[in-house]
């Protein structure tokens, strides 16, 4: 069942297109990814389906109700991380959860949220005192506390070190478990690919491409590569007619291969059909990273 669906869906400010008819669902319990680089229309987008903006054209459901005519329905519904400037710096820790929590009928006990996301000894600290990541981790307890069906994360591990992210991952996959659909909003190409169930990519205002991170990998036909010494003579040509291989250089007695699909194997029941040893094998995995220049023809991170 879809939770989230989004018809061409149209927003411009001042004149300025920035939302061009966007498309997009969103199933049931799943972690949803929206990805784009920075203008693209991401928080945009989120906005027109939290009811925060109203769309100048097409059509948002949330959990089957109008964002916007059913606002105050669907917001019980629904959890938002906030952004930085929204929390006062004396508002504790504590109080900053309970204040959130008396805005649901159902809120989670705020202790118990505050353990888990490791905010337990802090619920008498002023928000202005947390570092980095303790404020990103308030949030994100914020935006669980009132038990909401969707949950739209915005940025989720902005400034946090690399274990905080995977722990922050883990604690997602949980909240995912337990049965609540989470929309990531992101332009962390690693973050999407190894916490999305599915993700879209929305480029000038539009959708170029939906689907599991895998699917977009290999929708951008981005290739692959890999590259060994062969112990001994090989000839090229056989290689260049592997089905998946797209180039085959040599330099300096390193043979390079590169190709999509299942090149990769083919390559290697090549080698081991001959018998053919080889060494300094080295294999570069096509990532989200570069399916995402693929499909909308600008590195991300501008
Ligand atoms: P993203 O979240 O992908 O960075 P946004 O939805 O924030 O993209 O912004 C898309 C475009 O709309 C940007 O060019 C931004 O400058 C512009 N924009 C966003 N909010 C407003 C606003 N309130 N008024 C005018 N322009 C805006």
Known sequence: MAVIEVAGLRKAYRGRGVLDGVDFQVAEGEIFGLLGSNGAGKTTT??????????????????????????????????????QAQLQDALRVGEALELYASFYPRAHDVADLAARWGLGELRRTPFGKLSGGQKQRLFIALALVGRPEVAFLDELTTGLDPAARRETWQLIRQVRDSGVTVVLVSHFMDEVEALCDRAAVLDRGRIVA???????????????????????????????????????????????????????????????GRGLV?????????????????????????
């Open 278 to 302: 080889v060494t300094g094998l080295r294999i570069h995995e096509r990532s989200l990273d570069d399916a995402f220049v693929a499909l909308t023809g600008r590195d991300h991170l501008n």
């Open 46 to 83: 989120v906005e027109c389906c939290e009811g925060l903006r109203r769309a100048d054209g097409g059509t948002v459901r949330v959990l089957g109700l109008d964002p916007v005519r059913q606002a105050h329905r669907l917001r019980a519904r629904i959890g938002v991380q906030l952004q």
């Open 210 to 272: 939906a689907g599991t991170p895998q699917e977009l990998i290999a929708r951008a036909g981005v290739a692959g590569t890999l590259s060994f010494r062969p112990t001994a003579p090989l000839e090229l040509a056989l290689l260049a007619g592997l089905p998946g291989v797209a180039t085959v250089t040599e330099r300096a007695g390193r043979i390079e291969v590169t190709g999509t699909g299942g090149y990769a194997d083919e390559v290697t029941r090549l080698l081991a």
